[in-house]
């Protein structure tokens, strides 16, 4: 059997390997076997390949592996909706849910099946964060259509967004174990938010440190979280709208082994004004 035709091009180069070395002959066991050593984008790939490559590369056996095993039976047997679906259905329902109590949201980078997590912003260390004066806590289930819009708010995943009132100096930190994160990943930082037209300053920049807590090796920069991103400029350090509607802007790299325990730790100096309002820090791996 040739996966290539005259007005196609193959499958995929792993595809050609297959058919090459014969494991169209294997049982469909055996096929689902090889299949989840591989990546969700290769099993997807792969299912194009025969009705029976389909079947095992949409089994049980592949998805299972891609699904972590501390969420996997958490979500089977959380409600009778979640547990009929197959685990190939499963990694694609799982699209910014609140895990360990709602203090993360998770999902996976559906293309590398890396993980990918938001830190809401009850779960950030935020100075001043209880002074009134210096922040507001808005609960969106609360919020009518016509508040969000005043005061700048997309729909959110998390029923809290916090709001800065003052024009003082502030810090914001925010922690996860490395042991949540996909091994052998280099992961990119995002602090996500969304502003309105009050008292916004474009010159004031913030200063951002990323890496694993207690150690001197963390990446340090200097960023802009409100400044709009300039024509040309494309490093990062400016906001960027996001398909969600909320802005983000790039804080930093860190790399996770998996063979070292302990915290990716984010810090944020910024002298901000008000009507800077925070979603939470976005944790996901960089595009390659």
């Not at 998770?106 to 260390?125: A, H, Q, T």
């Amino acid at each position: 059997m040739s996966i290539i035709d005259n007005k196609s091009r193959p499958v995929h180069s792993f595809s050609s390997l297959v058919v090459m070395s014969g494991l169209l002959s294997l049982p469909e066991g055996c096929i689902a076997a090889v299949i989840s050593f591989t990546s969700p984008r290769e099993a997807c790939h792969l299912a194009c390949v025969s009705t029976t490559f389909r079947s095992a590369a949409d089994s049980d056996v592949v998805w299972d592996r891609f699904l972590p095993q501390e969420y996997s039976s958490d979500w089977s047997s959380s409600s009778t909706a979640w547990s009929s679906l197959s685990k190939k259905e499963l990694y694609f329902r799982t699209r910014h849910n609140l895990i360990h109590k709602g203090k993360l949201s998770f999902w996976f980078d559906l293309s590398s099946g890396k993980k990918c997590y938001m830190i809401p912003p009850r779960e950030l260390n935020i100075s001043d964060v209880d002074c009134i004066y210096a922040w507001r806590w808005f609960s969106i289930p609360d919020a009518d259509a016509y508040t969000k819009r005043r005061f700048g708010i997309p729909d959110c995943r998390f029923s809290e967004v916090v709001i800065r009132r003052d024009v003082c100096p502030f810090e914001i930190g925010g922690k996860i174990t490395t042991s949540l994160l996909s091994p052998m990943t280099t992961y990119v930082a995002y602090i996500v938010f969304a502003k309105n037209s009050i008292c916004w300053v474009d010159y004031d920049p913030a200063e951002v440190t990323v890496g694993l807590s207690g150690s001197n090796n963390g990446q340090n920069r200097t960023v802009y979280i409100h400044r709009e991103r300039q024509d040309g400029d494309d490093d990062g350090i400016y906001p960027k709208k996001r398909a969600d509607g909320w802005l983000e802007t790039e804080l930093g790299e860190f790399f996770n082994g998996g063979d070292e325990e302990g915290e990716m730790l984010i810090t944020i100096e910024s002298d901000m004004k008000e009507g800077f309002t925070i979603q939470g820090i976005e944790i996901r791996p960089k595009r390659e």
